[in-house]
């Protein structure tokens, strides 16, 4: 079965630590995967998305087939960085399903 | 516009009466959808509509009723909800069958059911 999973519900970090937001997933296809954002009282919006291999604000994300895993990295974070993080991995064909992990809260000290 | 949009932004409402919340997108896409979330919790997919045709029903309870009037507009009808519904309610848009398939979501409308 479809499945994502991201095993840290709050992941507390000082501003200018390395973050590591883990996303394991399992799918028997080709996975096509995502990094979404919620900051506080605004809309959720798409970060990155693996096929592009892109960063954005500072944030990556590579796919580990092997480990079956897409962990979002940011070696250095910041306060604004702070808001809940979702992994989610497309369900395709005509079903245009997108599943969510549980989230992971990202909290950044100053 | 690479915006969607949901109206209205809060809504509240008793256990007999009856609602409609509104999405709109203008990027042209032909793939729309209602998803429930709560506190903390990622969204649930309610609804999925590919070309203005009901594609996907989550096994939800027949007081929330979908529409899709047009490619460019998504309502949902509420009716006889209980408190347990309150939540915050969100409809996203994407292009189905092409390129990276990422979903953009409205901003939600923040139901109370009392």
């Given at each position: 079965?479809?499945?994502?999973?991201?095993?840290?519900?709050?992941?507390?970090?000082?501003?200018?630590?390395?973050?590591?937001l883990?996303?394991?997933?399992?799918?028997?296809?080709?996975?096509?995967?995502?990094?979404y954002?919620?900051?506080?009282r605004?809309?959720?919006?798409?970060?990155?998305?693996?096929?592009?291999?892109?960063?954005?604000?500072?944030?990556?994300?590579?796919?580990?087939?092997?480990e079956?895993?897409?962990?979002?990295?940011?070696?250095?974070?910041?306060?604004?960085?702070?808001?809940?993080?979702?992994?989610?991995?497309?369900?395709?064909?005509?079903?245009?399903?997108?599943?969510?992990?549980?989230g992971?809260?990202?909290?950044?000290?100053p | 516009?690479?915006?969607?949009?949901?109206?209205?932004?809060?809504?509240v409402?008793?256990?007999?009466?009856?609602?409609?919340?509104k999405?709109?997108?203008?990027?042209?896409?032909?793939?729309?959808?209602?998803?429930?979330?709560?506190?903390?919790?990622?969204?649930?997919?309610?609804?999925?509509?590919?070309?203005?045709?009901?594609?996907?029903?989550?096994?939800?309870?027949?007081?929330?009723?979908?529409e899709?009037?047009?490619?460019?507009?998504?309502?949902l009808?509420?009716?006889?909800?209980?408190?347990?519904?309150?939540?915050?309610?969100?409809?996203?848009?994407?292009?189905?069958?092409?390129?990276?398939?990422?979903?953009?979501?409205?901003?939600?409308?923040?139901?109370?059911?009392?």
């Amino acid at each position: 079965a479809q499945r994502v999973t991201q095993p840290e519900k709050l992941l507390s970090v000082f501003k200018g630590a390395p973050v590591e937001l883990k996303c394991n997933y399992s799918y028997s296809g080709s996975p096509e995967l995502f990094w979404y954002v919620q900051y506080s009282r605004q809309r959720l919006q798409l970060l990155l998305r693996h096929i592009s291999r892109e960063s954005i604000k500072g944030f990556t994300a590579d796919l580990n087939k092997g480990e079956t895993s897409f962990h979002l990295k940011k070696p250095f974070a910041q306060e604004e960085d702070s808001a809940m993080y979702y992994c989610a991995l497309f369900y395709g064909g005509a079903t245009n399903k997108l599943i969510f992990g549980t989230g992971t809260l990202l909290a950044v000290q100053p | 516009d690479t915006e969607v949009t949901q109206t209205p932004k809060h809504l509240v409402m008793g256990m007999t009466n009856k609602k409609s919340l509104k999405c709109e997108q203008h990027m042209g896409h032909r793939a729309m959808y209602w998803y429930k979330q709560k506190a903390k919790k990622p969204p649930e997919l309610m609804f999925v509509y590919s070309y203005e045709k009901l594609s996907i029903n989550e096994s939800v309870p027949s007081r929330f009723s979908p529409e899709c009037p047009n490619s460019s507009l998504l309502n949902l009808h509420l009716h006889a909800l209980q408190p347990e519904d309150s939540a915050l309610y969100l409809c996203a848009s994407s292009q189905p069958g092409r390129g990276t398939y990422e979903q953009y979501f409205g901003p939600g409308t923040r139901l109370t059911v009392t």
